[in-house]
């Protein structure tokens, strides 16, 4: 099994940061795509960034330019660097990884972490 533990979350003001991390724990041999997603209340989950095991990336448009997505395959841990913060940015925001848990590398499965409330409020 394995657990996905998110944290840096928070309030902010409008143009402040926050850096979020998850970390994937248990049994994990190999991590291929992790992912940022965000859900407001009454609204779709939407994917926020991703990143592959070679370190491609990829935004949504509304993020691009503003938040980073990095990886540390050493730790386990997937973190988004979040600058320019908007009170549109105001959401929980889940962590997703794409994991093989044992040396068969086609069988790999998705987790998600518990969320964690980023607010930005003047």
């Known amino acids: 099994q394995v657990q996905l533990v998110e944290s840096g979350g928070g309030l902010v003001q409008p143009g402040g940061s926050l850096r979020l991390s998850c970390v994937a724990s248990?049994?994990?041999?190999?991590?291929?795509?992790m992912a940022w997603h965000r859900q407001v209340p009454g609204k779709q989950r939407e994917q926020v960034a991703i990143?592959?095991?070679?370190?491609?990336?990829d935004y949504e448009d509304s993020v691009k330019g503003r938040f980073t997505i990095s990886r540390d395959n050493a730790k386990n841990t997937v973190y988004l660097q979040m600058n320019n913060l908007k009170p549109e940015d105001t959401a929980v925001y889940y962590c997703?990884?794409?994991?093989?848990?044992?040396?068969?590398?086609?069988?790999?499965?998705?987790?998600w972490g518990q969320g964690t409330q980023v607010t930005v409020f003047p």
């Open positions: 248990g049994t994990v041999f190999k991590i291929w795509t």
């Open positions: 990143i592959d095991s070679e370190e491609g990336t």
């Open positions: 997703e990884m794409r994991v093989s848990p044992t040396i068969q590398l086609s069988r790999a499965y998705n987790y």
